[in-house]
């Protein structure tokens, strides 16, 4: 159906390099968009992957490694991907730090509250809060010369509820672990930032949406799953593609009329 396709759109994901961001844009790329690919991370995994997209799917793809936070570095790539496509036609935020239970980020920390470290703290709110405020600020500039634009922000069921520290308690072991604040606290803003935004600037053409993911699967350990797996309606973790629709329903036209709204795709999650 045409009007989920993406045919000749920009679009500029952040934490492109992720385990979502990877899928995101494959997903997008599948349905015709071209892609900014932006990360901070080492290497030339990025650099790869927009080259491989560009292959796949005949579009346009370019990467850059930078990190949400430097203000200078984001200004020049949004203007320098301006002049290039003529514009910015979607932006997904997604670069964020998130202690969980994967390879590439390490276990979630032992630490209760009260012990929490606050330079982890400020480096959250530095990245997840300010650097997001960064991006969006300077995208938004572009957008409304545009006098268009669409903001994918990504939330986490703890920007709607509280976490259940039981998930991280296994049986037979003496040892609790905790989803720590930082990460509660700063993905709360993110709903309400959305709303900000879209009712900030609804009547520019510019729409600003949230999507909610929870629980991907990604070499979590079995007892992990096993406690998901009890607490989730559906009984399981998402996999992966199964954020490919939200991603794209929300990034197209079909979703021309959402502003301000909250996509929560978490199994049931937020239902009990």
Known sequence: MKEFLLNNKVILITGANGLIGREVADAVASAGANLVLLDDAPGDDIDNH?????????IES???HASIT???RINFIVNEIS??????????????????????I????KTAFEDFPLDLWKKSIDVNV????????QVVKQMLKQKNGNIINVASTYSLVSPNQGLYKFKGEDEQLFKPVDYVATKSMIPNFTRYLATFYGKDGIRVNTIVPHGIVNNAPEKFIKNFSKLSPL???????????PFIFLASDSSSYMT???LVVDGGWTAW
Do not use: W
């Open 83 to 104: 002049n290039h496509f003529g514009g910015i036609d979607v932006l997904i935020n997604l670069a964020a730090i998130d202690a969980k239970f994967d390879e590439s």
């Open 70 to 72: 430097d203000t200078d």
């Open 130 to 137: 300010t650097g997001t405020f960064n991006v969006t600020q």
């Open 260 to 262: 301000g709204s909250t």
């Open 235 to 245: 009984g399981r973790m998402c996999r992966k593609e199964e954020l490919r629709g």
């Open 106 to 109: 390490g276990e979630v920390p």
């Open 50 to 58: 927009a080259m491989k997209l560009s292959k796949a799917y005949s």
């Open 62 to 64: 370019k990467s850059y």
